[in-house]
């Protein structure tokens, strides 16, 4: 078996964290934090990591799923993760289950694994020209934004769509599904099988690994913060699956980016007012 694959996807998960870890200690981190509310500069470096592997190896690109050879293809995939997003409802219309982490996390893996078997069994037929549809799958995301409307301005609504649409959902995915999914591909292969879908442990060990980075979203050494998020770990670790098993079955990482970008517009808009 193969690990030099597996050993570059630890070193460079690692040094993100210890990256991470060190800006937030600058006054540049205070500024952020401040004028734009969200983490911008540790998903930048996930890209600048990923790239950066990716030409050092002089790999192939397209083989890491950088293609838009099928874009209307991976935007029908993505658009089906809208679903997911129905999982916040229940705690925008009645919000003691918000307060309830364990409920609320439950609710929401509920619905991602839903979500991944829409997307499992998705064939070539365009939803995009089916509005009905398309107005069902956009309910969670207009809501989300309504709601955001009535509680904030115009300056923290724009920061915090282009941050999880462009930063958070290309950033993490480039990193996790188009780099270190690829590579840990390619040590381990892909043997099984769902609904006409290979994969392999490449994909469960990402979606591990994207479940700890955000296990440890509030956790940071260098300030004294050993706090870790042990429910938002779980729910992220089955938003890898969705987004892992989204990567391998259209071959491209920008369904994948797509998909994280419409969930976490859903997710996050509403409640962070």
């Given at each position: 078996?193969?690990?030099?694959?597996?050993?570059?996807?630890?070193?460079?998960?690692?040094?993100?964290?210890?990256?991470?870890?060190?800006?937030?200690?600058?006054?540049?981190?205070?500024?952020?934090?401040q004028?734009?509310?969200?983490?911008?500069?540790?998903?930048?470096?996930?890209?600048?990591?990923a790239?950066?592997?990716?030409?050092?190896?002089k790999?192939?690109?397209?083989?890491?799923?950088?293609?838009?050879?099928?874009?209307?293809?991976?935007?029908?995939?993505?658009?089906?993760?809208?679903?997911?997003?129905?999982g916040?409802?229940?705690?925008?219309?009645?919000?003691p289950?918000?307060?309830?982490?364990?409920?609320?996390t439950?609710?929401?893996?509920a619905?991602t694994?839903?979500?991944?078997?829409?997307?499992?069994?998705?064939?070539?037929k365009?939803i995009t020209?089916?509005?009905k549809?398309?107005?069902?799958?956009?309910?969670?995301?207009?809501?989300?934004?309504?709601?955001?409307?009535?509680?904030?301005?115009?300056?923290?609504?724009?920061?915090?769509?282009?941050?999880?649409?462009?930063f958070?959902?290309?950033?993490?995915?480039?990193?996790?599904?188009?780099?270190i999914?690829?590579?840990?591909?390619?040590?381990?292969?892909?043997?099984?099988?769902?609904k006409?879908?290979?994969?392999?442990?490449?994909l469960?060990?990402t979606?591990?690994?994207?479940?700890?980075?955000?296990?440890?979203?509030?956790?940071?050494?260098f300030?004294g913060?050993?706090?870790?998020?042990?429910?938002?770990?779980?729910?992220?670790?089955?938003?890898?699956?969705?987004?892992?098993?989204?990567?391998?079955?259209?071959?491209?990482?920008?369904?994948?980016?797509?998909?994280?970008?419409?969930v976490?517009?859903?997710?996050?808009?509403?409640?962070?007012?």
């Amino acid at each position: 078996m193969k690990i030099k694959g597996i050993g570059l996807s630890l070193v460079l998960f690692t040094l993100l964290l210890v990256i991470s870890w060190a800006f937030a200690t600058t006054s540049l981190a205070t500024i952020q934090r401040q004028y734009l509310q969200w983490n911008y500069f540790s998903h930048v470096i996930m890209v600048v990591l990923a790239i950066t592997a990716i030409a050092i190896g002089k790999k192939d690109f397209r083989s890491f799923g950088f293609t838009l050879k099928r874009w209307r293809s991976d935007l029908r995939v993505a658009l089906i993760c809208l679903i997911s997003a129905a999982g916040y409802i229940p705690s925008l219309v009645y919000p003691p289950i918000a307060e309830n982490e364990l409920i609320n996390t439950l609710v929401i893996v509920a619905a991602t694994l839903l979500t991944l078997v829409f997307v499992l069994r998705e064939k070539a037929k365009n939803i995009t020209t089916q509005p009905k549809l398309m107005v069902i799958l956009l309910a969670p995301f207009s809501l989300s934004i309504a709601s955001a409307l009535n509680n904030a301005g115009f300056g923290t609504i724009a920061s915090t769509v282009i941050f999880q649409f462009f930063f958070a959902g290309f950033g993490e995915e480039i990193f996790f599904r188009g780099y270190i999914q690829t590579r840990l591909n390619e040590d381990l292969g892909r043997p099984w099988s769902i609904k006409g879908v290979n994969f392999g442990p490449g994909l469960l060990i990402t979606s591990a690994l994207f479940g700890v980075l955000h296990l440890m979203n509030p956790f940071n050494p260098f300030m004294g913060e050993f706090e870790l998020n042990l429910l938002w770990g779980i729910s992220s670790f089955f938003f890898g699956l969705l987004f892992g098993f989204v990567r391998e079955k259209t071959g491209s990482v920008l369904s994948a980016c797509l998909a994280h970008g419409f969930v976490d517009l859903g997710q996050v808009v509403p409640l962070i007012f």
